[in-house]
DNA sequence: ATTGGTGCAAAACTTTTGCAATTCC
DNA sequence: GGAATTGCAAAAGTTTTGCACCAAT
């Protein structure tokens, strides 16, 4: 393995989010990572870094690009492996967004949806309290308990329906 | 072009199924198809029988299987380009319910949804009226316009939650 | 020391595209 | 006849896997 070059984030990314201390959230996953029997390599952790300071969602490839800015070497399968353990612990949701790429997304704070415009492409985010009354009707009506960390759903933005 | 060989069905799924008769819905497409200006061709006749005949939602290869069926030479390029042209003619619906396929699905009928178990990957479907009020509020308060046919909701079914 | 993780390369996989030949209108 | 469509092959794209080497516990 090749010399570790160390963290480094964007300007504005590697500062406080205002919800809380920066660190947690990592040491948190650290944490989780270590108690369940995994190890902490360099590159785990300049995943997590990636995906916990990204706004949303990222692709496998724009996770990579972010962690090989510090360390050039990392491979797009160990971006994908950590993928994989990542959401094994539910730190991470994977998502379908239509782009043809798995979208993923840190998975600390309160669950939000995606509203995905098939028009122009925009991203809004939807709070989960809308989700609470159909969650508890599935729930109620065909004993399926729904992971609303998972939904996108598509259609057409105020813009690409003519509305202004 | 080598001999076309028929349309052939498989047992019970040739009649009609109790909900209309058997030819409205492909006579319809066909209109559809030739109205808007494409070519009605052996190929896509035989994939919208099969889309037609399925019973729920089928991936490109599974098309592909049931053509080939009675007509070995289709490829799969042409099954795709097909769903294309009925995508645009809103004739069948895409939807990536996490499979690493995209499936397709007859629009005919009442919209549905898909509860899709990430423990056994079961399908149940889910009846549009459940959706209603999610619709009208993401509508009103994001003047977004959902488009209710293309949701997969990921979570885990009764039996995978140990519920019996 | 031992288990697990990494990087590299290649494979696997679905979906798309270029093109000559063919078919539908 | 002429434009659209097909089949084949190859490309393109993301994700997965095999394996020898290396690192974390």
Known sequence: M???IGLRHEPGQSASNGKGTDMSCEDEAVAILRDSGHKLTPQRLMVVSA???AEGH?????????????????DVSTVY????VLKELHLVTETDMGSGELAYEW?????????????????QQLDHVALDRLTETIEREH????????????????????LQ
């Open 107 to 123: 998975a600390a704070g309160e669950p939000h949806h995606h509203l995905i415009c098939r028009g122009c492409g925009a991203v």
């Open 2 to 4: 090749r010399p570790y």
């Open 81 to 84: 492996r950590t993928m994989s």
């Open 51 to 53: 995906l916990r300071h």
């Open 143 to 162: 004993r399926f308990r729904a992971d609303i960390a998972h939904i996108a759903i598509f259609g057409l933005c105020a813009s690409c329906q003519g």
């Open 58 to 74: 990222v692709t496998a490839a724009q996770v990579l690009e972010q962690v090989q800015r510090s360390y050039p070497y990392v």
